[in-house]
């Protein structure tokens, strides 16, 4: 039997033992996983995300809550069928505290259940797959960017205030076309308007040589359409050399002409899109972030950059509500879910399914600016059908 005093001893010790390891863990550096694309169509997004979030990390000495930041990065290549096997190199092989990734809907649908499966908190820093903020949603999972839906579906009432009755969609045959044209027919439609044809090229192919001779013979009013990265580059472009854009306007949500204005040139001048960041805000918090971002990396900021960003600011929000300790799980995802994000896009808060409730700007694009004209539609929330927490 041992003595008081030995009990005492070793309860003493004990205790040392937990606080060495708790300050062990404290001074470990919290481990942020990228798995972003760093080749193909949407590699230009991938660098701007991870630019944005290093940013925002500098800007706090670099550190967050007090830890200091490892980053550790997989090339998702934009490829969904390695997506299951990129997310576990992250979360199995690197043990991650953290996931910040992706830009392909269909990529981040596979990284979104591994996250699930590991209850490892994600931060989906793009990607707008309807169905993470849907019936995937759950209590670890975040996202700083939009839905396909949000700036898609604020197109509708845009282009039916312009008087277009009918319209053609054209997109990449994969989740994040579909949802957006679904969108755009939604917000279209309630307005008064008519889809009538719905077009698609499989991803991420860029031969769109028959879908604008079935535009131009078919004439609808308007033009919907949802691409991004070298492949809005490519479509811009194309539209334009068909000489289709004097009779048949082309519209789209805003990924169609950001981070893409410098190699579309001449051919986007004019277009209109609706997005949830624009250039031309001219907020003291825009202009701060515009400056430093500029001053970093010898570039001018886009959308994806914002969405960079604003995932390190989420982060951060959810560490300082437990002193940096990540283990603390559910605590910080509650503080991540309460938090008022402080964007370079204006601030937004969190719908309970985890995804922004923001301002959908509509934009012009003169120069290489996609400059702010108005706001189209207030403080959108997407209405997450199918999530339940
Ligand atoms: C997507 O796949 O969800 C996606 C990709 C690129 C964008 C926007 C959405 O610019």
Redesign the pocket.
Known sequence: MPSTTQRAARLAGAAFLVLAAHQAQAADPVKVGFMLPYSGT?AA?GTAIENGFKLYVQQQGGKLAGREVEYVKVDDE?NPAKGPENANRLIKRDKVDVVIGT??????MALAKAAKDSDTTLIVA????DAITGPMCGPGIFRT??T?WQPAYAMGPVAAAKGHKTAITVTWK???GDE?VAGFREGFEKSGGKVVKDLTVPFPNVEFQSVLTEIAASKPDMVFT?F??GG?VKFVQDYAAAGLGKNIPLYG?G?LT?GTLQAQGASAQGLLTTLHYADGLNTPRDNAFRADYNKAYKLAPD??AVQGYDAAQLLQAGLAAVQGDIGKKAEMRRAMRAATIDSPRGPFTLSAAGNPVQDIYLRKVEGLENKVVEVAVKQLADPARGCKL
């Open positions: 949407y997004l934009s830009v392909h809907s269909g990529v981040a793009n990607a707008g797959a960017s939009f396909n994969y989740a994040a957006a949802f991004a990265g809005a949500s990924f950001d959308v994806y």
